[in-house]
Structure formats: structure tokens, C-alpha cells
């Protein structure tokens, strides 16, 4: 690791003509990626650490350009060095929507967020480099690693005769995802990956694994977040504004609120299954621990919406009976 700081070091002072004291870590994501922030005579900038051959800073890069082209806030990026995986990028602060947000100033926050999540949803694709769509194969591949990494190798717990139950509610889920209008999928579109900038506008990050996917996937990764927990009138409502925008975008056509509202909710527990298992599996494998307190928020509504479908009805009485009392054995309080 020291080896791989020299040469970052290195590469700023000799190809950026940055120069600056230290590298000051960053709070990271869910990924390889490292960040680091350093103070330079022109002001401060941040420094991407995004280590081939786990991260590929190529997509950040054209991924960037093209949001920023349709008009939304991302970082510039001022440097690159893809080969060994360095950026120099804006500095947008500290100031998080997770760091913001309170009940005075959410509802303002989250329509600024929601305008542009409209606007992101209209992006046409990036010309370098073909966006993915987030297919139902892929889905099913994240329903497996949830059986392996949360309910396997964490919670140690096996499927036996339910499995086939729970597979048949998984099925509906993807039949939902799949119905719905598939558009340009930020794919972590929550509070943690939003700045609060001056003149009322929001900074986008960490949209290098953009897919194209389901128009709800990122409006419930917002509303409900696995960071931050709001009242379900207040979510409701925030859906539905965005739902409006986006018939007016022409992104959603002659679908009604109650279609959409069961899109959403379905939807969540497909992102609220993957959480389980990414945030189990950074653990497990990674032994990164610090994500694991985030768990019983994801499991939480995954009990809150399960239980007002019949559909899904085995999907919550294993969760409720079977995976919540192993969560708390595991000493994670649900």
C-alpha cells in the first residue's frame, strides 16, 4: 500500500504540478476505490485511487462527461492517469445530503435531488463506452449472492425446502423490474452520494457502475435510503412528485400512481436484498465491518413492504421468523 501512495504522490507532483503537504484520506465507499483530499496553492482538489485491475477509472471518466454534458453537477475531472487508476477531481466539501438533511430542509433537498434524477434518467448512453443494462440474469446473480454472502456465509443459516418459495417471490420482483421503463441508472443514487452545493444545486458522485435499469431503482435508493429513515406519508409523497415529473418528462407514460407506488415498493426489496449481501460480504470477505450497523435498516423495510403484498407473503415469514431472530444471534439489533 505504501508503494502504491509513493507512486499516486509521485504522479501528482510530477504530471499535475499539484504541490501540497499530505494526502488527507477520505471517507470512502462500498468499493476499492480510495480517496484522498490535498490543499494546493489554486485551492483544494480530491485525488481518486481507483486500482486496476478491481476498479476501472475509465468509466468514471465517460460516465462524467456525459452527465455533466446534459447540464448536471459532477466533479471536473482536472487529471487522469488511467493505466495506474489516478484522478485529480473537484473538491465539492463535506457537506453530504446525509450530513444535511433534517426535517427542515428535506423537502427542499429531496426535489432539488428528484429534479435531477429526472434530468440523469434522460441521458441518452455514453459515447466511449456502452452502458450495461442491469438485466434480470443480473438480478438473479445479486438473489444469489444474497442466499451465499447474507444468509450463507455471514448468518449461516441454509435455504432447504423454502428455497423454491422464496425463488417464486423473487420471480414476481423481476417480472416488476422488468416491466418497468428502463432508463440511464446512477445504481447508488442516496444521500451519502449527494453534496449540497451553493445556489441550491446538488453534486453528484460514485455513478462509475451506471446501468441501464428500472425507472424506480434510483428513486427508492434516495427515499428509502439504508442511511437515513423518513415517515411512509412523507416518502409517499416524494414519490409521487416524482412520479408526476416524470410523466411530464415523458420518461413514464400512461402508467397510474397505484402501478407505480407497487413498482417502487417491489423495487426496494430487490436493492434492499443486494444491500444485505454487499454490506455482508464486505464483512466477510473484505473484513470491513463498519457497513454491518447499516443491515437492520435494509431488513426493515424489506419486513415493512413484504407485509403488504400477499404475493410475497413466504418471502416475509422467512425474513421475520427466520432471518431477523439470526440477525440479532448475530448481535445486530434489527
Not at 162 to 187: G, N, T, W
Not at 326 to 333: C, D, H
Request: hydrophobic share 45%; charged share 20%.
Amino acid at each position: 500500500m505504501t508503494e502504491r501512495k509513493n507512486a499516486l504522490e509521485q504522479w501528482l507532483r510530477m504530471n499535475c504540478g499539484q504541490e501540497f503537504v499530505t494526502l488527507q484520506p477520505m471517507p470512502g465507499d462500498a468499493s476499492f476505490r480510495r480517496y484522498f483530499r490535498i490543499h494546493t496553492k489554486k485551492g483544494s482538489f480530491v485525488v481518486m485511487d481507483a486500482e486496476p485491475p478491481r476498479e476501472d477509472c475509465r468509466s468514471y471518466i465517460a460516465i462524467a462527461n456525459s452527465l455533466r454534458h446534459i447540464g448536471l453537477h459532477v466533479p471536473d475531472i482536472f487529471y487522469a492517469e488511467e493505466e495506474q487508476g489516478f484522478l485529480l477531481i473537484t473538491d465539492f466539501g463535506d457537506v453530504t445530503y446525509l450530513k444535511a438533511l433534517n426535517n427542515q430542509n428535506a423537502d427542499q433537498l429531496y426535489t432539488i435531488a428528484l429534479h435531477a434524477l429526472v434530468t440523469l434518467q434522460t441521458c441518452q448512453g455514453v459515447a466511449e463506452k456502452p452502458i450495461p443494462f442491469f438485466t434480470s440474469h443480473f438480478m438473479w446473480q445479486e438473489w444469489q449472492w444474497c442466499k451465499e454472502w447474507f444468509l450463507g456465509k455471514w448468518l449461516d443459516l441454509s435455504l432447504g425446502k423454502e428455497e423454491k418459495h422464496l425463488d417464486d417471490c423473487y420471480a414476481l420482483i423481476v417480472e416488476s423490474a422488468v416491466s418497468q421503463p428502463q432508463v440511464f441508472m446512477h445504481r447508488d443514487f442516496h444521500s451519502a452520494n449527494l453534496m449540497v452545493l451553493p445556489h441550491t444545486q446538488v453534486g453528484i458522485l460514485d455513478f462509475q457502475d451506471a446501468l441501464i435499469g428500472p425507472v424506480t431503482y434510483d428513486v427508492v435508493s434516495l427515499l428509502r435510503d439504508c442511511y437515513i429513515e423518513w415517515p411512509d406519508d412523507l416518502v409517499r409523497e416524494w414519490v409521487l412528485e416524482y412520479w408526476n415529473q416524470s410523466c411530464k418528462a415523458g420518461i413514464v407514460q400512461n402508467v397510474n400512481q397505484a402501478v407505480f407506488l407497487k413498482w417502487f415498493d417491489w423495487m426496494g426489496i430487490e436493492r434492499h436484498l443486494k444491500v444485505l449481501f454487499t454490506f455482508a460480504r464486505k464483512h466477510v470477505r473484505d473484513g470491513q465491518s463498519s457497513y454491518l450497523k447499516h443491515i437492520p435498516q435494509a431488513l426493515n423495510y424489506l419486513l415493512h413492504v413484504s407485509a403488504c403484498y400477499a404475493e410475497l407473503a413466504p418471502l416475509h415469514r422467512y425474513f421475520a421468523h427466520v432471518v431477523q431472530p439470526a440477525l440479532q444471534e448475530a448481535k445486530v439489533e434489527a
